[in-house]
């Protein structure tokens, strides 16, 4: 079983719908976790970091179950612009990332 | 601001062969860590390195090794080529080691092993 575990779409949304993710995570040493975006072929980049209080930025929203070790991104009012692949990431001790193999979304007009 | 950088952008190397990618970290940064990212899948730790030092090891052979400069700098080197090692390799950097420091990753190497 991997570590990290996403759904792997591809979620087709028309421009403006509301989209959201699911991550587990089977470590419960786990100690911090993110959602990055990535577009093809380029870097991984932060989108956002995760906390059990849940927490937004401006269209995103993201929250943690530690209990069920599950994490989450929603995405409202999707833009043509958020089409990428999204990573659900935990750390471990020392800074280690683990990666999920990522979940694509494409935003279409 | 300098992020991070990584050259070469792009290796195209032969089986057996022995390949050199470096690194360096955004400016501030003195924790560099290398990973692998195989076509559809997320990408994998290698190692890690803090103080000139290999601090965490990922699930990779003996073949992948590493260094850090006094300047932060990074060097990630593979040995004995397989095909299998064509990938992205991505160097991401963050302040120290404590938990939770964010990592900035740099646009990757790509490497093509035929």
């Known amino acids: 079983r991997k570590e990290v575990e996403q759904d792997p779409g591809p979620f087709n949304v028309p421009e403006g719908a509301t989209v959201a993710f699911n991550c587990t995570y089977s470590?419960?040493?786990?100690?911090?976790f993110f959602w990055y975006r990535q577009d093809c072929r380029k870097e991984p980049k932060l989108l956002m970091s995760v906390y059990s209080s849940g927490n937004e930025d401006g269209r995103f929203t993201a929250q943690l179950n530690r209990a069920s070790q599950y994490i989450s991104l929603l995405i409202r009012d999707s833009k043509l612009s958020d089409s990428a692949t999204y990573l659900c990431v935990v750390m471990k001790y020392g800074n280690k990332l683990v990666f999920g193999a990522g979940t694509i979304l494409r935003v279409k007009s | 601001d300098a992020g991070v950088t990584q050259s070469p952008t792009h290796l195209i190397k032969t089986r057996g062969q022995q390949v050199t990618l470096r690194c360096s970290p955004k400016s501030g940064h003195d924790t560099v860590s290398w990973y692998q990212q195989a076509l559809g899948q997320g990408p994998q730790f290698i190692f890690q390195?803090?103080?000139?030092?290999?601090?965490q090891r990922g699930n990779f052979p003996d073949r992948f090794s590493g260094h850090q400069f006094p300047n932060y700098s990074s060097e990630l080197n593979v040995n004995a080529l397989l095909l299998g090692d064509s990938a992205l390799y991505l160097c991401?950097?963050?302040?120290?080691?404590?938990?939770?420091?964010?990592?900035?990753f740099g646009p990757g190497t790509r490497l093509t092993v035929l």
């Open positions: 390195y803090y103080e000139e030092e290999e601090r």
């Open positions: 470590n419960s040493a786990s100690q911090s």
């Open positions: 991401a950097s963050s302040l120290g080691l404590a938990g939770g420091r964010t990592q900035y």
